[in-house]
């Protein structure tokens, strides 16, 4: 999709628009709180079939699809960027520091989940708390590249 998107080359005013759409709909996912699911009598869980015969459970479906399409339009063009500016005989060491990166902050957001829910912070409000975190790094990251933001402009067509 980025590749269709950018034209065959490396777009970074994708960045922008995953991020966006990261941002709206884990705040949505918030919106939906924790939806009151009817549980089958007799049973004590739920089968997928069950699950999808709820219409708020689609909603849920589909913000979790466009959390994971809107994630691939705000990685794909960075780390399409990261092998492009290296040189080929660090590549990978590079992608293996940005790796190593990646995975100190997924065990720090699990860590922060962990300390949220110690304060009894709901699910819904995790996602909350993870959108407005993720507005305000990235709000910080287009102050430092303004580029990103520039080539958004350019690729939705609002630079005039």
Not at 45 to 53: C, I, L, P, R
Not at 70 to 76: D, S
Not at 110 to 130: C, D, G, H, M
């Amino acid at each position: 999709m980025c590749e269709k998107l950018s034209g065959r080359k490396i777009e970074m005013g994708l960045v922008p628009l995953g991020t966006i759409g990261l941002a709206l709909f884990a705040m949505d996912l918030f919106i939906i709180g924790v939806p009151p699911l009817k549980i089958p009598e007799g049973n004590s869980v739920m089968t997928a079939s069950a699950f999808f015969h709820q219409a708020i459970t689609w909603r849920i479906f589909v913000d979790l699809s466009l959390i994971g399409l809107f994630g691939g339009l705000y990685i794909v063009p960075l780390y399409a960027l990261i092998q492009k500016l290296s040189h080929v005989s660090h590549r990978a060491r590079i992608i293996a520091a940005n790796n190593i990166l990646n995975a100190l902050f997924m065990v720090m957001s699990a860590l922060l989940t962990i300390t949220l829910f110690s304060f009894n912070v709901s699910i819904p409000q995790i996602f909350l708390v993870v959108a407005v975190l993720h507005l305000v790094i990235t709000a910080l990251v287009f102050v430092k590249v303004p580029e990103f933001v520039h080539r958004f402009l350019i690729l939705t067509g609002l630079n005039s």
